[in-house]
């Protein structure tokens, strides 16, 4: 990953460090943090650390991560946002580290929901993908970075052309999580 790629992008929510390296990015979650909205609950997470680009039109992100030593409901991913209420989050993440799930969670208007499925034991990196086209959202996932599998299809509510799309991470129940991101790719549709 090359740094001139990353010069447009913002954090929401810097993480604990950021260290570059020659294989990418290597980025440590605070402890406590996630991204969740349950109004019912009066629930509102908004504190993982999101590395973003403001994106206009048709799109498709790509993220590689690497990861070692998950621990329950570690999550490394990818996200857009609308705003706090209204976002998409898909990454690695498990109540149980031996069995890990990819988690995909929408949340709209404030309510969180949340698909899972397994992926394989021993699993240490992950790429997503996801489409913007003409309004719908369409997510992908692959475990070798060749063969990707749609997982979801959804849309979010958006009067604004403008959306934030980037990686994110985050330790809701540990004390910190480390990853590598070693690819972040934006390109127009």
């Known amino acids: 990953m090359l740094l001139e790629q990353l010069l447009d992008f913002e954090w929401l929510n810097e993480p604990a460090d950021v260290d570059f390296r020659e294989a990418g990015m290597l980025v440590s979650a605070k402890g406590g943090t996630d991204f ?64 890990p799930k990819l988690g995909s969670c929408v949340a709209q208007n404030g309510y969180t929901d949340w698909a899972a499925l397994n992926l394989p034991e021993g699993i240490n990196e992950l790429w997503l993908r996801l489409k913007r086209q003409q309004g719908d959202y369409i997510l992908f996932y692959s475990t070798d970075g060749s063969n990707f599998q749609q ?29 590598l991101l070693k690819e972040l790719t934006l390109s127009s549709l």
Request: proline share 3%.
């Open 151 to 179: 997982i979801r299809l959804f849309n979010l509510p958006n009067e604004d052309v403008e959306v934030k799309a980037g990686a994110y991470i985050c330790a809701p129940k540990s004390a910190g999580f480390q990853a």
């Open 36 to 99: 969740w909205q349950n109004k019912s609950r009066n629930v509102h997470k908004d504190d993982g650390h999101f590395f973003f680009v403001r994106k206009c039109g048709n799109f498709v992100l790509t993220t590689h991560w690497g990861f070692e030593n998950m621990e329950a409901l570690n999550q490394c991913g990818l996200m857009l946002r609308v705003d706090e209420r209204n976002w998409i989050k898909a990454s690695v993440m498990t109540d149980n580290p031996q069995f």
